[in-house]
């Protein structure tokens, strides 16, 4: 199962890498994560957009918290367009991976002029 994310996380950024080719920096997330979805779409990937998990403290449901994309059932994607990833998004990746028991995420920051992605997997 890992190679097969490794795999899908690879699509994800080489998506992403098209969709900031053709956008360039500057636009909102929305706008990012709206052109992904297709892109990935097109690949006849399943993407959720926007997607409420159920956050779970000491076996009780405590709140949700909503994931920018989630592909395929396995790969997170958290979109940003910020000057430079800090901790608390790698601190939020894994926060959100623990929320739906999966081990593979994708950063991804479309505000520079090269897109800037980062893969965040937990154990």
């Known amino acids: ?3 097969e994310s490794e795999e899908l996380t690879e699509k994800i950024v080489a998506a992403a890498v098209t ?3 053709q956008l360039g920096p500057g636009f909102l997330e929305a706008i990012y994560e709206n052109a992904l979805a297709h892109e990935l779409r097109k690949q006849g990937l399943k993407v959720d957009q926007q997607l409420d ?5 000491d076996g009780v449901e405590v ?8 592909v395929a059932d396995r790969v997170v994607v958290e979109l940003k367009t910020v000057a430079d990833f800090s901790a608390v998004h790698f601190s939020v990746m894994r926060s959100q991976l623990r929320c739906v028991n999966h081990r593979h ?3 991804l920051n479309f505000a520079k ?3 800037d992605s980062k893969l965040v997997v937990i154990e």
């Open 19 to 21: 969709v900031h080719k």
């Open 113 to 115: 002029g090269r897109l």
């Open 53 to 57: 998990v159920p956050v779970m403290y």
């Open 63 to 70: 709140g949700k918290h909503r994931l920018d994309m989630f």
């Open 105 to 107: 995420g994708v950063l």
């Open 1 to 3: 199962m890992a190679s």
